[in-house]
């Protein structure tokens, strides 16, 4: 190995000095050395995204904005779509054409450009995580997916017409969707509104709700 670097007892397959040197070099070239090569994404991942891990901490203590809401929707996006697919995976095994057919496979499923990206973005801090700690060579290239969202409208007299001429199963539902048509409130504020916010002529908006996927 050149100088200053350590041998891990990493066994090169070689049958040769020569061709294991050779070997040795690509490696290197590569990236780090890596200084264990079993770990597998679930277990390094492991509440990777919890309030008090390193990698919260670590945000706050360098004056990065960072919320528990933020770390839950990523501990949620872990847990539901990258340990499913990835977490048997060991660290050095996910490359670049696996993250390419992970990517895609949550196109298959219909998820839009936003949320994939999402995704992606949470497996990139595990990787570099990992890369920190010496568990990967390097963080593999990774590739976004396209975010082209559809121009967002606003439905005609006619269109609101026939929703609501529906018979509704859940009064809720149809009073909940009559204050967005009405008001132009986003879900959210929709969702936390209470009694007390109603007003004569008009509705008090103090705060908003919105619902997080759970495992």
Do not use: M
Not at 160 to 169: G, R, Y
Not at 173 to 183: D, F, G, K, P, Q
């Amino acid at each position: 190995l050149p100088d200053g670097s350590r041998s891990t007892g990493k066994n090169t397959g070689q049958t040769s000095r020569g061709a294991a040197e050779r070997w040795a070099w690509e490696y290197l070239n590569k990236g780090q050395i890596v200084i264990n090569e079993n770990i597998t994404l679930s277990d390094f991942s492991l509440n990777f995204f919890d309030w008090g891990n390193d990698w919260a901490v670590d945000l706050k203590a360098t004056g990065k904005r960072i919320s528990k809401r933020q770390c839950k929707e990523k501990t949620s996006i872990l847990n539901n779509r990258i340990i499913p697919a990835l977490g048997t995976y060991k660290l050095t095994h996910i490359t670049k054409a696996v993250i390419k057919t992970f990517r895609n496979d949550l196109y298959r499923q219909g998820l839009k450009g936003s949320s994939i990206n999402k995704t992606l973005s949470c497996l990139r801090a595990i990787l570099e995580s990992a890369e920190e700690k010496q568990l990967i060579q390097a963080v593999p290239k990774i590739e976004r997916a396209a975010e082209n969202s559809k121009k967002r409208g606003i439905l005609t007299p006619e269109e609101v017409k026939k929703i609501f001429s529906f018979e509704w199963s859940d009064f809720t539902e149809y009073v909940a969707n009559l204050t967005a048509a009405s008001t132009g409130l986003r879900q959210s504020e929709i969702l936390g509104l209470q009694r007390k916010n109603i007003k004569a002529g008009y509705l008090e908006i103090l705060k908003s709700w919105e619902l997080v996927t759970r495992e």
